[in-house]
């Protein structure tokens, strides 16, 4: 998601294999669990922070993977100290190695595939929650006051099992969603170049970072004025920043 570059293999990194993708886990991945769970004093939520991170991101990103090896595309998964990647790996053709082409339709499923793999995931938690006895409320807590944002718990239940659902749908949800705003290089901002690309080959893709440019800047003042988030004002500043930097230096077509 975030970085346009996997890092080096470190003697540190965690290396896995599942459901026949290579997965490498860089040490700096860590952090980010420990990020959220910073203002937490306890150590029960910071490591459920670290586990819930950590869950989300291998399934988002093995939601592009499993949409790649649909379309015939073999890839690797790496996560790293800004998110995760999908990384397509070039397959054996003939006796050269070539990546699959893929169609700007096929790009954009892979690209929904992610957030979409995190939706379903919060669709089966819900749906667990509601077939233990718990309580679902779809409509109870509003995002921002505009999207309206699932809420599950158990009322009896301990209180880390409904911290570990409310996590789980939280990030599943809202980074979901807001990884799919046309900002690059966001699951959107792909997905928001390869539509563009289809009325416009020949500006399309300068267009669609203009448009990074914008609706990240204007996602960063509203962070900044409307809730009053510093976080998401720097990371979409930066995004933003880093289109405009993309555009410049590409040579006037
Ligand atoms: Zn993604």
């Known amino acids: 998601m975030l970085l346009l570059q996997a890092p080096p293999p470190t003697r540190f990194d965690l290396n896995f294999t599942l459901f026949g993708f290579p997965i490498q886990v860089h040490p700096l991945f860590w952090v980010i669990g420990l990020l959220f769970g910073a203002s937490s004093t306890n150590l029960i939520s910071i490591l459920l922070w670290v586990f819930t991170i950590f869950i989300s991101i291998l399934i988002h990103e093995l939601g592009h993977a499993l949409a790649m090896r649909y379309y015939g595309q073999s890839s690797r998964i790496v996560l790293h100290g800004a998110g995760g990647v999908t990384i397509p790996e070039s397959v054996a053709w003939g006796s050269r190695y070539a990546n699959v082409a893929l169609t700007p339709n096929q790009q954009i499923l892979i690209s929904f595939a992610g957030p979409g793999a995190g939706f379903l995931l919060a ?12 309580v679902v409320v779809p409509n109870a ?35 979901g969603l807001v990884n799919l705003l046309p900002v ?19 500006n399309g893709l300068q267009k669609s970072l203009w448009l990074s440019v914008y609706v ?18 720097l990371l979409f500043g930066l995004l933003a920043f880093q289109s405009y930097q993309i555009l410049q230096s590409r040579s006037p077509l």
Do not use: C, E, K
């Open 123 to 134: 669709l089966l938690i819900m749906l667990s929650v509601a077939f233990t006895g718990g």
């Open 141 to 175: 807590a509003y995002l921002f006051g505009i999207v309206p944002f699932p809420y599950a718990h158990y009322p009896n239940g301990s209180a880390l099992i409904n911290s570990l659902v409310m996590t789980f749908l939280w990030v599943n949800v809202f980074w």
């Open 184 to 202: 690059y290089p966001l699951d959107g901002g792909h997905i928001a170049r390869y539509i563009i690309l289809q009325f416009d080959p020949w």
């Open 216 to 233: 990240g800047a204007a996602i960063a003042l509203l962070s900044l004025i409307v809730l009053s988030s510093t976080y998401m004002a």
